[in-house]
C-alpha cells in the first residue's frame, strides 16, 4: 500500500508542476513544449497506478500497462527538450523525424499482442534491442549536445556565471535521469518477456518513482530552469542593463516604422528577448573575442549564439545605429586597444596587432582605426604610452 502511496505522490507532484507552468501563461513562450507533454505522460500515468488500490473494481491496471508504448515516444521528447534549453524552439512537426523509429517499435509491439506465441519471443527480443538502441543514441547525441552548448559555455559576467552553473547541474541531472529511467524500462521488458509477474513490475516502478520526484521537485524549487537559456538570459536583464559596453550603438526602441510583413512577425518574436540578444551579442563578441577571426560572418555568429539568423540580421537593422560590418570593426578597435593596454606592443607591431584582432591586412586596419577613433594608430598608442609614463 505505501508502495502505491509513493506512485500517488510522485503523481501530485507531477500535477502541482502542470499547474505551475500553466498559471505562467507570460513565460510560456519560452517553455519547452515537449517537457510539457514528458510531465503530463508521466504524471498521468504515476496517478493511474496510485488509484489502483482505491478503485480494485476498476481495470486500472490495464490502462497503467497502455501507458508502456508512451514510453517509447518519451526518449526523443528528452533529447528534443535538452535541444530547446540552448537553441530557440522548432515546431514540433519539425521534429517528426525523430519518432519514425518509435513508431515502428509500436507496430512491432502491437504485433507481438497479436500473434501467437511461437513467435513472440522474436518480437519481444527485437523491441527490447530496438528501445535499448533507441535509448542508447538519443542519449549520446543529447550528452554531445550538452557537452557542446552547455558544459562548454563560458562567461566573465557573474550572473551568467551562476546561470551557467545551474544549467550545468540540471543538464546533468536530466541526463542522468534519462539513462536511469531507459534502464528501468529494459528491465521491465525484459521482465515482461520471461512473463515475470505484473505485480513484481508495479513494485520495482518505486525506482522510476523516486527519479520522477527529484525530477519535479528541481523543477518546482528553481522555476527558471524550465525555461531554458531563453527566459534565463531576460531574468539577469535587470542586472546588465548598465553593462552594455557599445550602448551608443544600440536602440531599444527602432526609429524606422516597421511595414515588411515578414519583419512584424518577427517583431513579437524578438522584442522579449531584445536585451538579452543585446548581451549575449556583446559577450562573445568582447569576452569570446569571437571576431579575432577575420572570416566570421553573421550567419555564423547565430548558429554560435543559436539564434536564427532572421534575428540577428533585424537586430542590426531596426536596433542597431551601426551596420553589422561596422560593428565587427568596432570591437575589433577596442579589442587592440584593450590588447595594446596590457603590453602587446612592447613585444609586438602593429602588423602583427591588426592581424590579431581580425583585420585582414594593416591598412584596414588602420584606416577603421582613424575612422573609429579620430586618430591614426601610432598617434593613439604614443599618446597612451605618455601617459602612462
Known amino acids: ?36 507533454i514528458i510531465i503530463t505522460i508521466a504524471t498521468i500515468r504515476f496517478l493511474i497506478i496510485g488509484s489502483i488500490p482505491y478503485f480494485p473494481d476498476i481495470p486500472i491496471k490495464n490502462a497503467a500497462h497502455s501507458f508502456q508504448f508512451l514510453w517509447v515516444i518519451i526518449i526523443p521528447f528528452f533529447y528534443i527538450y535538452i535541444s530547446d ?26 504485433l507481438n499482442q497479436l500473434i501467437t506465441l511461437k513467435y513472440q519471443f522474436t518480437y519481444n527480443l527485437i523491441y527490447i534491442i530496438g528501445i535499448l538502441l533507441l535509448g542508447l543514441y538519443y542519449l549520446f547525441i543529447g550528452f554531445k549536445l550538452i557537452k557542446t552548448k552547455i558544459w562548454n559555455r563560458h562567461s566573465e559576467i557573474k550572473s551568467l556565471q551562476l546561470h551557467n552553473i545551474r544549467m550545468n547541474y540540471w543538464s546533468f541531472y536530466a541526463l542522468l535521469c534519462s539513462l536511469l529511467l531507459l534502464t528501468r524500462l529494459i528491465i521491465m521488458l525484459y521482465n515482461n518477456s520471461h512473463q515475470v509477474s505484473s505485480i513484481n513490475n508495479f513494485r520495482e516502478v518505486w525506482v ?42 544600440w536602440i531599444k ?28 551579442i556583446e559577450e562573445i563578441s568582447f569576452y569570446g573575442k569571437y571576431f579575432r577571426n577575420s572570416e566570421k560572418s553573421i550567419e ?50 602593429l602588423d602583427a596587432l591588426a592581424t590579431e584582432v581580425g583585420f585582414t591586412s594593416y591598412s584596414s586596419f588602420f584606416t577603421s582605426f582613424k575612422s573609429i577613433l579620430g586618430v591614426s594608430p601610432q598617434e593613439y598608442f604614443e599618446n597612451l604610452k605618455m601617459l602612462k609614463n
Not at 531554458?228 to 531574468?235: R, V
Not at 526602441?253 to 549575449?280: A, M
Open 208 to 249: 522510476s518513482s523516486i527519479v520522477w520526484i527529484f525530477f519535479f521537485i528541481q523543477l518546482i524549487i528553481t522555476p527558471e530552469i524550465l525555461y531554458g537559456y531563453h527566459y534565463m538570459n531576460l531574468m539577469i536583464e535587470e542586472k546588465m542593463k548598465n553593462n552594455i559596453i557599445l550602448d551608443k550603438i
Open 1 to 36: 500500500m505505501l508502495i502505491y502511496l509513493l506512485f500517488f505522490i510522485t503523481g501530485i507532484l507531477g500535477t502541482v508542476l502542470l499547474i505551475i507552468i500553466y498559471s505562467s501563461k507570460n513565460k510560456s513562450i519560452y517553455l519547452s513544449r515537449s517537457l510539457i
Open 85 to 110: 534549453l540552448v537553441s530557440v524552439q522548432r515546431p514540433l512537426h519539425r521534429e517528426l523525424k525523430h519518432f519514425i523509429i518509435p513508431f515502428l517499435l509500436s507496430l512491432i509491439n502491437l
Open 253 to 280: 526602441k527602432s526609429l524606422q516604422k516597421i511595414t515588411n510583413i515578414k519583419d512584424l512577425k518577427l517583431t513579437e518574436k524578438i522584442n522579449p528577448c531584445l536585451d538579452s540578444y543585446i548581451h549575449r
Open 300 to 349: 555564423d555568429l547565430a548558429k554560435e549564439l543559436n539564434i536564427p539568423a532572421s534575428h540577428i540580421f533585424y537586430l542590426f537593422k531596426y536596433h542597431s545605429k551601426e551596420s553589422f560590418t561596422d560593428f565587427k570593426k568596432i570591437v575589433r578597435i577596442e579589442d587592440a586597444v584593450e590588447l595594446c593596454s596590457s603590453g602587446f606592443l612592447q613585444k609586438n607591431t
